[in-house]
Structures are given as structure tokens and as C-alpha cells.
């Protein structure tokens, strides 16, 4: 590890200057992630500042009749919210669903939207990774690539984003909250917080150099039957292959995410419209354009599958 220099800030907006202050740095919560990225030297920042104090650890009520999620919410409190369970139950289900229980207990709300990537080569530092180091290429393309995206992928990178709760927020069409070192807040519709990897594959979200993400935001309930699918590689602590967050409604329609399939949570216009109309429907907007390699080719007929249970699993518990 990288030496490095630490602060702690006392609000938002003083967190955010500081991290301008100095090229480079990172906020730091849990740091289940950047934690275990500074031991492998993939990030070396130069600076650290800490914002656990900023006391963004609520889940309150907003006046549309949505929910607002705290940074620093864990995602054990948030899985086990009430309210959450019962008016957003893919999300808790989706946030069960990752990690190990330990890790829930440190990871927060914002630190889980910003994790990055478990593609074997970003880990590997003698290997070629343009998200780890931009221009020097990448492994995975020709590589050994089977858990990696089959869409939405560039000539640059083929990596997927490894979440479950991110899937679920996007399915339910959450809002990332953020304020800049100048004080100025903004919100981020879910849909345009993870990037494409395009030529910058190092560029993963649309937050701006120190914006720091201050809560999440939840519309008012759409009810439904609430469903996330997660089919891995083993049963617990795994990463998804495929992912399935589902909100089906008693006449059949809904909506639908997908994740373990591309560099961010994947959800398609055409999918949500297909919805009541059988897996294989949903699935076809859902991978038009996908170019899979031979080894993760699986992957979409195992989309298709997976919606499948996700709707019949929907069914039964409606």
C-alpha cells in the first residue's frame, strides 16, 4: 500500500472540497472496496477523507410519498428497513442477496453503488486493463471472459458491474443526490449514474472530480410482486452471472433490470413493455446487439431463464 494522507470532514459540502484540494483522493466509508483496491495497488490515492461523521445515515420519508436513503446507511440496515421491506422488496432481497453478512454490517449506500468491477484482469496488475491503467488495453478481449458482459460493452473494455442493490434501484428508478465542493446539490437519475465504457473505460459513473453522493432517493411505491434472481457460481459470496430485479403486477405488467450482463445495472424500454408477454419476449429487447464471447455465450439463454423464474416466482407470491 501507497502512502497516503487522511482528514475527516464535518460536512458535505467541506468533504467535497477537500477532496478537490487534492488530485486524486478518494472518500472513504466502509471501505470494503477501496480498502482491498490500495492493498493491490489498482488505486493509490493521495489523499483520503473520511465521512463518517457527516451523519448521512437516515432513511426518511419525502414528501412525494418516496423514501430517502443516507450515504452511510448500511446495507444491513437498509435490507431490514420496514419500509423498505415492505413497499421496496426488491431492493432488500437484492441487497441480501450480495456479499456476506459481515460486509453488509461496514458497506453503505453510496460505497455500493461505487464499487467497481471483479473482472479477473482489472485485478491482475501484470495483465492489460484499460479501466486500471487507460490505453494499455485489455486482457478480457480474447481473454478468458466468462463472467463478463455479453452488451453494452466497447473495443475497450468488456467488464460488468458487479452489484445486486444498484439493479434493484434501477428497476425502481431511484435518484443519486449529490453535492460539489461550491455547495450545489443535484440529482442523478439511476439510469445516467453508471457510464458506458465507451473509449474511457475508466470513467465509470457521471459524477463530477469531488462531488460526493449524499443520499439515494426512491419514487413513491409502485406495489407489486417484488422478485430479485441471482443465479452464481456457488451459493453465497458470489458474484451474479445473471441477475433478475422484477416488479410484476397482477395483469402481468411490469418492469425489469438485469445484472451480471454488462458494464452497468441493464434495464430496456422494450423489456419493461414486453412484460406479461413470456421470458422470451422480455429477453429479445433486453440483448439485441449483444456480442458475447465463446466463453460467456451461455449468458443468454441463461437471461432468458432467469427472467423466466424471476416471473413465475413473481406469480406465486403475488
Same mark, same amino acid.
Given at each position: 500500500?501507497?502512502?497516503?494522507?487522511?482528514?475527516?470532514?464535518?460536512?458535505?459540502?467541506?468533504?467535497?472540497?477537500?477532496?478537490?484540494?487534492?488530485?486524486?483522493?478518494?472518500?472513504?466509508?466502509?471501505?470494503?472496496?477501496?480498502?482491498?483496491?490500495?492493498?493491490?495497488? &489498482?488505486?493509490?490515492?493521495?489523499? =483520503?477523507?473520511?465521512?463518517?461523521?457527516?451523519?448521512?445515515?437516515?432513511?426518511?420519508?419525502?414528501?412525494? @410519498?418516496?423514501?430517502?436513503?443516507?450515504?452511510?446507511?448500511?446495507?444491513?440496515?437498509?435490507?431490514?428497513?420496514?419500509?423498505?421491506?415492505?413497499?421496496?422488496?426488491?431492493?432488500?432481497?437484492? &441487497?441480501?442477496?450480495?456479499?456476506?453478512?459481515? =460486509?453488509?454490517?461496514?458497506?453503505?449506500?453510496?460505497?455500493?453503488?461505487?464499487?467497481?468491477?471483479?473482472?479477473?484482469?482489472?485485478?491482475?496488475?501484470?495483465?492489460?486493463?484499460?479501466?486500471?491503467?487507460?490505453?494499455?488495453?485489455?486482457?478480457?478481449? @480474447?481473454?478468458?471472459?466468462?463472467?463478463?458482459?455479453?452488451?453494452?460493452?466497447?473495443?475497450?473494455?468488456?467488464?460488468?458491474?458487479?452489484?445486486?442493490?444498484?439493479?434493484?434501484?434501477?428497476?425502481?428508478?431511484?435518484?443519486?443526490?449529490?453535492?460539489?465542493?461550491? @455547495?450545489?446539490?443535484?440529482?442523478?437519475?439511476?439510469?445516467?449514474?453508471?457510464?458506458?465504457?465507451?473509449?474511457?473505460?475508466? &470513467?465509470?459513473?457521471?459524477?463530477?472530480?469531488?462531488?460526493?453522493?449524499?443520499?439515494?432517493? =426512491?419514487?413513491?411505491?409502485?406495489?407489486?410482486?417484488?422478485?430479485?434472481?441471482?443465479?452464481?457460481?456457488?451459493?453465497?459470496?458470489?458474484?451474479?452471472?445473471?441477475?433478475?430485479?422484477?416488479?410484476?403486477?397482477?395483469?402481468?405488467?411490469?418492469?425489469?433490470?438485469?445484472?451480471? &450482463?454488462?458494464?452497468?445495472?441493464?434495464?430496456?424500454?422494450?423489456?419493461?413493455?414486453?412484460?406479461?408477454?413470456?421470458?422470451?419476449?422480455?429477453?429479445?429487447? =433486453?440483448?439485441?446487439?449483444?456480442?458475447?464471447?465463446?466463453?460467456?455465450?451461455?449468458?443468454?439463454?441463461?437471461?432468458?431463464?432467469?427472467?423466466?423464474?424471476?416471473?413465475?416466482?413473481?406469480?406465486?407470491?403475488?
Amino acid at each position: 500500500m501507497k502512502p497516503f494522507t487522511y482528514e475527516r470532514a464535518k460536512t458535505p459540502a467541506a468533504a467535497a472540497a477537500a477532496a478537490m484540494r487534492t488530485p486524486g483522493a478518494k472518500f472513504i466509508a466502509g471501505g470494503t472496496n477501496l480498502l482491498d483496491l490500495m492493498k493491490l495497488e &489498482i488505486e493509490a490515492p493521495r489523499h =483520503l477523507v473520511d465521512v463518517n461523521a457527516l451523519k448521512l445515515d437516515k432513511i426518511e420519508a419525502t414528501p412525494g @410519498g418516496g423514501v430517502r436513503i443516507g450515504a452511510l446507511v448500511s446495507n444491513t440496515d437498509l435490507a431490514s428497513n420496514t419500509r423498505i421491506r415492505r413497499d421496496y422488496g426488491v431492493l432488500s432481497r437484492a &441487497i441480501v442477496a450480495g456479499a456476506s453478512g459481515q =460486509l453488509r454490517n461496514k458497506a453503505t449506500t453510496a460505497g455500493n453503488l461505487l464499487q467497481r468491477t471483479r473482472c479477473p484482469y482489472f485485478y491482475d496488475t501484470n495483465q492489460p486493463c484499460n479501466k486500471r491503467q487507460p490505453g494499455s488495453g485489455c486482457g478480457a478481449i @480474447g481473454g478468458y471472459s466468462r463472467q463478463l458482459a455479453v452488451i453494452g460493452t466497447s473495443t475497450k473494455c468488456i467488464a460488468t458491474y458487479p452489484g445486486d442493490m444498484a439493479v434493484a434501484m434501477r428497476v425502481l428508478d431511484a435518484q443519486v443526490e449529490t453535492v460539489n465542493a461550491a @455547495g450545489t446539490v443535484r440529482a442523478i437519475p439511476i439510469a445516467e449514474f453508471h457510464r458506458s465504457p465507451g473509449d474511457t473505460p475508466h &470513467i465509470e459513473t457521471a459524477l463530477a472530480p469531488g462531488e460526493l453522493i449524499t443520499s439515494v432517493t =426512491l419514487p413513491a411505491p409502485i406495489g407489486g410482486s417484488h422478485v430479485y434472481y441471482k443465479v452464481r457460481d456457488r451459493a453465497s459470496y458470489a458474484f451474479a452471472l445473471v441477475s433478475v430485479a422484477a416488479v410484476v403486477q397482477r395483469d402481468g405488467s411490469g418492469r425489469v433490470a438485469i445484472g451480471g &450482463i454488462a458494464p452497468r445495472p441493464w434495464r430496456v424500454a422494450g423489456a419493461d413493455a414486453a412484460m406479461g408477454q413470456g421470458a422470451k419476449a422480455v429477453a429479445q429487447p =433486453l440483448l439485441a446487439g449483444a456480442k458475447p464471447t465463446e466463453d460467456n455465450a451461455f449468458k443468454l439463454a441463461l437471461v432468458e431463464r432467469t427472467i423466466g423464474a424471476a416471473i413465475a416466482q413473481a406469480r406465486e407470491t403475488a
